[in-house]
Structure formats: C-alpha cells, structure tokens
C-alpha cells in the first residue's frame, strides 16, 4: 500500500471507531435515569435552583395541572419561587422508571410529599438524551384531588 492511500484511508478507518462505542444496556440506563431523578429531586432538598434549571431541557413543557409553561426560561422562572424560603415545601422521589432501548427517551414518576413527609400528589416526568446527559422534556404532576 503507498503512502497516498494510507493517508486518504485514515480517516475512513478513525471515524469507524468512533462510531463503534458500545450502547449501554436498558439496567444502565434505567439506572442513568433514576439517578439523574433523584438529582433532580435533591435540589429542591438543597435549595438549589441554579441546579434545577441545569436538568431542564431548552423547549421543555410542564403542563402544570393544564396552564403549560413553555421552554426552560418560563420554567425555571416560575420555579423559582419554590426555592426561596430555607425549607423545602416539597420532595418528591421516583418509584418507576422506564427508558426506551434505544437509550433516547425515558419516563419516570413517583411520590410527591409535603414538608411533614405526607404524600399529597404523584409526578409525571418525560426525559430525553442530549449529549449523554438526561434532560427533562415533559413534567405534570397530579395531586389526590384529580381523577
């Protein structure tokens, strides 16, 4: 083989092994996800916005029981609020977790609590892939009072 068609083939040979990088198996990324969840959940425990806004896709929507806040700016502002005061005024944590095999999208809902540890409500969260990073899309939530 000459030294031309060494040169011209290297890029051809790199870019195959970058494309060959394993896809992680549905537990990983159920586990990715569940992780990424309780993430979420543990800045409203330690009051920190700047990290809730961080897991907050671009053009996400929560649905906020039918009055939907449109993109991560409306959100994030509108959540602010719920970081203000020194003591959370909720939690919540993930009971079920679901992502789809192709790694792209993944669900998650659970338990919603008031500060003494009551639930009051249940979640409902859709997550997409973005860069190897988990970032909500969707969110609503539902509490006792709705059928």
């Not at 916005?49 to 896709?57: C, D, G, N, V």
Request: charged share 25%.
């Amino acid at each position: 083989m000459n030294r031309r068609a060494l040169l011209l083939s290297a890029p051809v040979l790199l870019g195959g092994c970058a494309a060959a990088q394993p896809r992680a198996d549905n537990a990983t990324l159920v586990r990715q996800l569940t992780d990424t969840e309780l993430a979420f959940a543990r800045t409203m425990a330690d009051r920190d916005h700047a990290a809730f806004s961080s897991l907050i896709a671009d053009e996400a929507v929560f649905l906020m029981g039918g009055r939907p806040l449109r993109g991560k700016a409306a959100v994030a502002d509108y959540w602010r609020r719920f970081y203000t005061e020194p003591k959370a005024p909720f939690s919540w944590k993930p009971d079920h977790v679901q992502v789809l095999d192709s790694g792209a999208l993944g669900y998650s809902t659970g338990p919603v609590f008031d500060p003494e540890g009551k639930q009051f409500a249940r979640f409902y969260s859709t997550w997409r892939r973005e860069d190897a990073a988990w970032r909500i899309v969707f969110d609503d939530g539902c509490n006792f009072k709705c059928s």
